[in-house]
């Protein structure tokens, strides 16, 4: 299957007009969009019309330190949750690794295991990676927070997940679209179905990074301490793993 992804194509060409040092630092809502981040990256990440937003937040986690199963990093993200209805949701995030480096690539995420139906793009800092697969909804952190808002389901979930990490590798912006998988039937996507699911998920949301407008930070409402209904653990499994000399590899 080969796809030029716009979505994808976008991000790459507004990498280089990144240039936030110094800028001051908040996230949160702002009047482009439901996500919005003055720096590091300065960007905002807007819904498709008919999605409403769910929940916001902040938190901490804990991340995974390279490959050990017993030492952690001091993470923090900010997220915002998205629903049409019931049958399609996004979740943004951003996460800052508390100084250290993110590991390019899925090393110490759920991914590591996971079947991947289809990827795009370069696994490096700087670029953006699209993953396509199946994620069972025990291990999903935001499903009880869109239940809470009634826009959930109890089945698994088809994702088309993309990655960017900013060219120190110490900020990593996810963004993921998602639909129920029919659990009544044999769970095999077949690629008709598949190539409907990405188009759909490309154009679920634009991401406006510095280049194409200046984000102000007087003009967002900071997101509020909000663990809510998210699971920090799982959240820790889906972000990966950081370290700190992974950005030298």
């Given amino acids: 299957m080969k796809k030029i992804l716009p979505v994808l194509a976008f991000l790459v060409l507004a990498l280089p007009c990144i240039a936030d040092a110094g800028w001051e630092l908040v996230r949160g809502s702002g009047p482009q969009a439901s996500f919005e981040s003055s720096a590091r990256p300065e960007v905002a990440v ?7 937003t769910v929940a916001q937040g902040k938190m901490t986690v804990l991340l995974h330190e390279g490959n050990s199963l017993t030492t952690y990093l001091d993470g923090t993200v900010w997220y915002c949750l998205s629903a049409h209805g019931d049958h399609a949701q996004l979740a943004v995030a951003l996460a800052d690794a508390g100084g250290e480096a993110w590991y390019p690539g899925m090393l110490g995420s759920s991914l590591e295991s996971a079947e991947i139906l289809y990827s795009c793009g370069p696994e490096r800092p700087g670029s953006v990676t699209q993953r396509v697969f199946v994620r069972q909804v025990q291990l999903d952190p935001w499903m009880q927070a869109f239940k809470a808002a009634d826009a959930g389901w109890n ?15 110490e900020n990593k912006l996810l963004v993921e679209y998602r639909e129920p998988l029919n659990s009544e039937k044999c769970p095999v ?10 188009d759909r998920a490309n154009v679920s949301f634009s991401a406006r990074f510095a280049g194409e407008g200046h984000v102000e ?5 900071p997101y509020p ?25």
């Fill in 189 to 198: 996507i077949i690629p008709e179905e598949l190539d409907k699911f990405i």
């Fill in 225 to 249: 301490w909000n663990s809510e209904n998210v699971s920090s653990r799982l959240l820790s499994e889906v972000l990966g793993a950081a370290d700190r000399s992974a950005g030298s590899r």
């Fill in 217 to 221: 930070a007087s003009s967002i409402t």
């Fill in 155 to 169: 089945g698994s979930l088809l994702v088309s997940q993309y990655e960017w990490l900013d060219s120190s590798s």
């Fill in 46 to 52: 807007k819904a498709a019309p008919g999605f409403s």
